[in-house]
């Protein structure tokens, strides 16, 4: 596993969270075009969240999380983050990061993923 999510919990409706993607060795998240955000929930398939570069720029957000989620990067640390706020009970779903050579909204196009952290909100 070469990248690793953090930062998920269980916090309520209305809520905020900042998840980080970090890279498991220096350089590794700048050596690839692209970053990827993606969720899953339990019995749905995995569903797109956002995309930009490894520095924060070129960013694209899904319909569903535009205006509340934001992502940026942090290049002395290695590391993407993905500021949520105003989170919904909708929202609820494992968060993976995923690395790959083109910006992408497509699961498949990312070949290096994080494990997932878990992010539950309560209504």
């Known amino acids: 596993v070469q990248l690793q999510a953090s930062g998920g919990g269980l916090v309520q409706a209305g809520d905020s969270l900042k998840l980080s993607c970090s890279a498991l060795?220096?350089?590794?998240?700048?050596?690839?075009?692209?970053m990827g955000w993606f969720r899953q929930a339990p019995g749905k398939e995995r569903e797109f969240v956002a995309r930009s570069r490894w520095n924060g720029d070129m960013t694209f957000y899904a319909d569903s999380v535009k205006g509340r989620f934001t992502v940026s990067g942090d290049n002395a640390e290695d590391t993407v983050h993905l500021q949520m706020n105003s989170l919904k009970p909708e929202d609820t779903a494992v968060y993976y990061c995923?690395?790959?050579?083109?910006?992408?909204?497509?699961?498949?196009?990312?070949?290096?993923w994080g494990q997932g952290t878990q992010v539950t909100v309560s209504s």
């Open positions: 995923a690395a790959g050579n083109i910006l992408s909204m497509v699961p498949g196009s990312y070949a290096y």
């Open positions: 060795r220096s350089g590794f998240t700048r050596s690839f075009a692209g």
